[in-house]
């Protein structure tokens, strides 16, 4: 009769082992992919207007808090609306040029990295995934994995002192068990959901910076283009030095010496030129795998333009601040690091009770002091990073003004050096020195134009992205 019961309970806890293994297997890939879908009452919610100038900021996505700040600028400034309008207009015709001739100007580059970057397109399938999570289906899951991981561990405990015990199994089931009743109470708790939703904004946040990327490639292709026709002007321009050395050279004015070291300064020169155009080429490359275009198709960089008066008047240095500083993942991030430590040091401090004494307890006040010198460092850097961004524009907008004046002048002593060389006072050569004078001036202005573009491209995407180039 005991042989009888003995073989039953062995039969039945190899069933709920059985039973124990597929449940807690399928419990906790339920926990790392998510249930399948949503439930209708959670996307009919969804789907529901939101409020945004009711709801608090952090409860804002950052979409919507974008919005919310395009809003409150329009009311500063109602031209601002009409401008900015126009501008995601012309943006939207420019995407559909260059999806037809690969003709890039810098508005088309975030839809076009946010549409065909292979990276960004696998992001979104992870935030799909995240999306897809039915937590209250995730809690049903676990609760039948929990119990039936709870009969087997009865199973087992059963058997102790038996020949048919196995602690190795029960201390398995155990820790199986631990785990999933933490998952458990993280879904509960809330902790899962915004664990999530921290990750969720950290992609998105990525997504922005190869957006970014993208645009600063861009700008710096313009500007080694800038470059390589300032080195073509100075070779055309040793061109002419050449013939006039050959010529004294032959009357014997210089030494060959002479004439050898001009030449060795020309070989270099288009050395330096040829290596600029192969780093170019792989600048461009590296553009077209950004964009998620064919890394053999040829792409045309049309020029940037300015950001106009209004818009650079429209920027503030301290609402702006506070505005990056709400949309930064960066500083988002380390407020979660700062409350998570002061929690773990109010359960310090919750289980020493009347008695703050021993090394955990201090190790534990010292962890909790460490995280908030380490997040009040984050905001100090992430502000001074910040006033270095709002200067920065500040600063490219009087070089441009600057440059103009410079070209001004020069463009006044081109028009001098004409009429010098009408009157035959001057050499053809000392009129082109002035053409290539003023077309250096010129180079110049460009250049700084392309400065003031980037300066202003990275102050905005800290204002509405949080994120500090």
């Known amino acids: 009769m005991k042989k009888t019961i003995v073989i039953i309970i062995c039969l039945l806890l190899a069933v709920c082992l059985a039973i124990s293994a597929t449940s807690a297997e399928e419990a906790t890939e339920a926990v790392l992919i998510g249930a399948a879908s949503e439930s209708e009452d959670a996307a009919a919610a969804d789907e529901e207007e939101r409020d ?12 919507e808090q974008q919005r919310r700040a395009e809003v409150e600028a329009f009311e500063k400034d ?68 929990i119990n039936t ?26 820790s199986q068990s631990d785990t999933l009743n933490d998952q458990y109470d993280d879904i509960k708790s809330g902790k899962m959901q915004r664990d999530n939703d921290a990750t969720v904004r950290m992609l998105r946040s990525t997504e922005k910076q190869l957006v970014m990327a993208a645009e600063n490639l861009f700008m710096t292709q313009k500007g080694l283009e800038l470059t390589d026709s300032g080195l073509e ?32 300064g020309v070989t270099q020169l288009k050395s330096g030129k040829e290596t ?31 950001p106009s008066g209004r818009l650079l008047a429209a920027m503030s240095l301290e609402d702006d ?37 021993g090394d955990d307890y201090r190790r534990g006040e010292h962890q909790w ?38 070209q001004a002048t020069a463009e006044k002593q081109y028009q001098a050096a004409k009429l010098k060389a009408e009157y035959g006072q001057i050499s053809q050569n000392e009129l082109l020195k002035a053409a290539d004078d003023l077309s250096e001036a010129k180079d110049k202005v460009k ?12 102050y905005r995407h800290a204002v509405n992205d949080g994120i500090i180039n």
């Open 52 to 63: 945004i100038f009711a709801l608090p900021w952090d409860e804002l996505t950052p979409q």
């Open 78 to 145: 109602p031209g601002l609306r009409e401008e900015l309008a126009k501008e995601a207009e012309n943006a939207k015709r420019d995407y559909e040029t260059y999806k037809l001739n690969g003709s890039v100007t810098l508005s088309v580059i975030e839809k076009a990295v946010l549409s065909n970057n292979l990276t960004v397109l696998g992001i979104e399938e992870n935030i799909a995934m995240i999306d897809e999570i039915d937590y209250d289906e995730l809690l049903d899951d676990l609760r039948k994995a």
């Open 149 to 174: 991981l709870s009969d087997a561990e009865w199973a087992l405990m059963s058997l102790s002192g038996t020949p048919y015990a196995d602690s190795y199994r029960l201390d398995q089931i155990s």
């Open 233 to 264: 002007r100075q070779l055309a321009a040793l061109g002419r030095t050449g013939k006039e050395l050959n010529l004294r050279y032959q009357k014997g004015q210089i030494s060959r010496l002479a004439l050898s070291e001009y030449e060795n």
């Open 276 to 306: 600029l155009e192969m780093n170019i080429s792989l600048l461009s490359m590296q553009l077209r795998n950004l964009l998620g275009t064919d890394l053999g198709r040829a792409l045309v960089l049309k020029e940037p333009s300015l």
């Open 321 to 357: 601040l506070a505005t990056a500083k709400k949309n930064s993942y960066q500083l988002y991030d380390a407020r979660k690091s700062y409350l998570e430590a002061e929690k773990d040091w109010k359960d310090v401090r919750y289980d020493y009770g009347d008695k703050p004494d």
């Open 369 to 406: 002091k460490n995280a908030q010198y380490t997040y009040d460092a984050t905001v100090n850097s992430f502000e001074l990073s910040f006033r270095g961004l709002y200067y920065k524009v500040k600063d490219c907008e009087q070089i441009i003004t600057a440059a103009q004046s410079a």
């Open 447 to 458: 250049s700084a134009g392309y400065d003031l573009i980037s300066a202003y491209n990275n």
